[in-house]
């Protein structure tokens, strides 16, 4: 089946304490992305990748990272997170990252930081 | 820069009675415009999106919406809906030139039995 995988998909951490979520897609992709989603603000999108070793800031970036090493997986750091990250997260591919490309989404990683 | 309006955020309506969602937005260029929904605990999916031709665009699940140009909207409709409609819908805009994706914040549809 094709699908995005996110994992985990519900994380509490403390405050400073480093975490990767990650995440795959099995349709070889070329463009994968990660938003945040916040309540009365929508997605916002933090980075994004157009291929491998390809990536750019979104939006959001900040207190993020991202890498891109293989085509398949896209993780997105959080060296030191803080309260302000609780948030939920999704990340996204589509086929080439053209403006008519639809995006396909994993189901999310809800994130808490105390 | 682009933005996407999602004029109601929540929208009550009874089980087997027509809805519309809202959606306008703006843009200095030709855009792609897209609905994505949202079901409880899962990621978004695509409902339907318009890339050219025809304004009038058929999604899954009965749902159609249509571009206007002028009034720069691209609302979406369904003649009857059901319980298992109601979830978060999101409209998005894709930049032409840039490919840069903005959603709307959502509007939660909440059908009523």
């Known amino acids: 089946e094709a699908q995005v995988t996110q994992n985990p998909r519900y994380l509490i951490t403390v405050t400073g304490k480093k975490l990767t979520v990650t995440c795959s897609q099995n349709?070889?992709?070329?463009?994968m992305s990660w938003y945040r989603q916040d309540p009365g603000l929508g997605l916002r999108q933090i980075y994004y990748s157009m291929n491998v070793e390809v990536t750019d800031k979104g939006d959001v970036p900040e207190g993020y990272k991202v890498s891109r090493k293989e085509k398949r997986n896209f993780p997105l750091i959080l060296e030191s997170p803080s309260p302000n990250q609780t948030s939920l997260y999704f990340c996204a591919s589509s086929l080439s990252g053209s403006a008519n490309s639809p995006l396909h989404f994993g189901n999310g990683t809800r994130l808490t930081v105390t | 820069a682009q933005s996407v309006t999602q004029l109601d955020s929540q929208v009550p309506v009874f089980e087997e009675a027509p809805v519309e969602l809202r959606c306008n937005y703006s843009?200095?260029?030709?855009?792609?415009l897209f609905w994505y929904v949202q079901y409880p605990n899962q990621g978004l999916q695509l409902l339907l999106k318009y890339l050219s031709g025809s304004t009038l665009v058929k999604g899954i699940n009965g749902f159609e919406a249509e571009f206007n140009k002028s009034q720069t909207s691209f609302h979406l409709r369904k003649p009857s809906v059901h319980i298992s409609d109601t979830a978060e819908y999101f409209c998005?805009?894709?930049?032409?030139?840039?490919?840069?994706?903005?959603f709307g914040i959502g509007t939660k549809l909440q059908v009523i039995p």
């Open positions: 843009s200095s260029v030709s855009v792609y």
């Open positions: 349709m070889n992709h070329e463009y």
């Open positions: 998005a805009v894709s930049d032409r030139s840039d490919q840069k994706v903005t």
